[in-house]
């Protein structure tokens, strides 16, 4: 466990965001089939407030193409203690885990939060560190007409942040595919990402052609510390705290 964990404490509410590889047909055809399936098992789990299953897209998540092989479970617990017990004792998570090639999972404390997610408020804001690696999540319902329009933005911004040299991790997930999206990143520090959004360029400009034309039917956007990881993406282990320490 990271040292941060001690600095922020175990009582804040905790998101947990799990990323599954599956590199086999058959492992795949069962991650899709439990996009059904774990929503029967997910509401009977003591403690939890608030599930998403979620898909993603080819590349690095940001296109409209499914990526088969790449699934996401965001969970929300009223602590951390109770959010890493689950990842381990929980039977749904271990069947997640012993089907994907690699699993990685960010255990988050919400510090920021604005906005709506299927008509619920799901994250508790907390007061923020100073330091620390800052985690960024934005969810939205596009509108069906003008999806498109929505699309032509995304490569543009997805490149735009990869070329970033602070950003730390990126992906694009969702949970209806072109309609409710979820892009996640991480940074070191706020002052990195504060600095990104600010600039102008395709993300500044899809901002504004997003408030201009109210292309999100509903939107969410929710900053976190990143209190602990386990497991590895890539073959290795992305080590977000550890390199950020060091």
């Not at 608030?50 to 409209?64: D, H, I, M, N």
């Not at 994907?100 to 008509?119: K, V």
């Not at 934005?138 to 602070?166: C, E, L, M, Y």
């Amino acid at each position: 466990m990271s040292d941060l964990v001690d600095t922020v404490g175990t009582k804040m509410q905790t998101v947990s965001l799990s990323f599954y590889r599956f590199a086999t047909p058959l492992s795949r055809l069962w991650a899709l089939t439990m996009m059904g399936a774990a929503r029967l098992s997910l509401p009977r789990i003591d403690g939890l407030q608030f599930w998403k299953l979620c898909g993603s897209g080819t590349g690095e998540g940001f296109t409209p193409i499914p990526n088969t092989s790449v699934y996401a479970i965001l969970t929300v617990w009223p602590d951390l203690d109770r959010a890493q017990q689950a990842q381990q004792r929980e039977s749904i998570f271990q069947r997640y885990c012993n089907r994907a090639s690699e699993h990685w999972t960010l255990f988050l404390t919400p510090y920021s939060a604005r906005g709506a997610w299927s008509g619920a408020t799901p994250f508790t804001e907390e007061a923020p560190l100073q330091t620390g690696p800052i985690a960024a999540l934005t969810r939205a319902t596009v509108r069906p007409v003008v999806a498109a329009q929505f699309w032509k933005r995304v490569p543009d911004i997805s490149g735009v942040i990869g070329a970033d040299k602070n950003v730390l991790f990126k992906i694009g997930i969702g949970e209806v595919p072109l309609l409710q999206q979820i892009t996640f990143s991480i940074w070191p520090d706020s002052h990195s990402m504060a600095e990104f959004a600010r600039n102008n360029g395709p993300h500044a400009q899809a901002i504004r052609a997003v408030r201009d034309g109210k292309w999100f039917r509903e939107e969410l956007y929710a900053r976190f510390r990143v209190a602990d990881e386990i497991g590895s993406w890539e073959g290795q282990s992305p080590r977000i705290l550890k390199d950020i320490a060091a």
